[in-house]
Every structure is written in C-alpha cells, then in structure tokens.
C-alpha cells in the first residue's frame, strides 16, 4: 500500500477505538515495540484516546476508509516542568509496513507539537528496532542515552534508545 494517493491523516476519534485495539494488540502480541505486555479492548483504547487531547493529540492514517496506523503525543512527565515535552509515538498495521505511513504519521506529530508550543520530543525505542531508530534520525531525533535492561518482555531483558529532538520555541 503506498503512502500516496488517497492517504489522509486526521484526528483520532472514539470510533476509531477498535482499529487502534486491533493494530497495538498486534505489536503487544508479537514484538517489543511495546512493552505493554496484555491485549487492550477496544473500551481501553478509548479511554486511552480520553486522556489525549488538543495538547496531547493522537492521529490515524486512513487509507479507502481503513484505518492502517496511528500515532501520538503523550504526557513526558506528571510534574509541570515536562508540560512542554511529550513521547512520540507511531502504530502502523503489520500489512502497511515499510509504505511510509510512519513517516506520514510522524510529520503530522511534529507539526502538531510544533504548532502547540512544545519544546523536545522524546523516542522510547527499544534497542534493535533499527526501523524506528532509523526513521527517528530521519526526522531529526538524537539518541540521547540508552537505558539498560528496563523491560523485560519474551523471557529477555530489553533496552530502550532514548531520542530527542528540539524544537524551536515559539512561544
């Protein structure tokens, strides 16, 4: 499927819940993209989509009215210094792969955390996801650390590459 032509990437809705359900439930079953370790039902990722909101979006790509990725802006931290960093993240269906939808996804979130008035934008990318960390470098992110064996998920101890990129102030 190719990342042209008819791709649109908009804002999430609750009715989007069970294609986001179906497309994290893959990666939680199958890899350590994330280290959530139980399926979530499509109830769980609206309330997910709850906590998101004009400071924190999440968008999906849609292709011919199918939902095949989505991506995030989420909280960094709880404490008020954080409000303006936030984790980006990005979901594509396992048969979109490699279509760029990732990078489409990920254009939207910068954009979007730049026309909030967000400052850094942080990856947690587990070590030898060379897909991620390659498009993450390709968007202008830094590795900035790599913190050892802090998720263990399929019986092994896993890292995760920490990413940064900066944006330029605009508030």
Not at 16 to 27: E, G, P, R, T, V
Not at 36 to 61: I, M, Y
Request: aromatic share 8%.
């Amino acid at each position: 499927m190719s990342a042209t032509g008819n791709l649109t990437i908009r804002r999430a809705a609750p009715a989007d819940s069970q294609a986001l359900a179906d497309i994290y439930n893959h990666y939680i079953a199958t890899s350590t993209a994330t280290f959530d370790t139980q399926q979530k039902s499509a109830e769980e990722r609206r309330e997910w989509l709850d906590t998101h909101g004009d400071v924190h979006p999440v968008f999906v790509a849609e292709v011919a009215g199918r939902i095949i990725g989505f991506g995030a802006l989420s909280a960094w931290g709880t404490r008020c210094a954080y409000s303006r960093t936030v984790e980006v993240s990005t979901y594509v269906a396992p048969d979109s792969r490699g279509s760029g939808i990732g990078a489409s996804l990920m254009e939207s979130l910068i954009q979007a955390a730049t026309d909030i008035g967000h400052h850094a934008l942080i990856g947690q990318i587990v070590a030898g996801n060379e897909p991620s960390l390659r498009m993450s470098r390709r968007f202008g992110f830094e590795q900035v650390g790599c913190l050892r064996e802090v998720g263990f998920k399929f019986n092994q101890a896993l890292d995760v590459v920490l990413m940064e990129r900066i944006l330029p102030d605009t508030v």
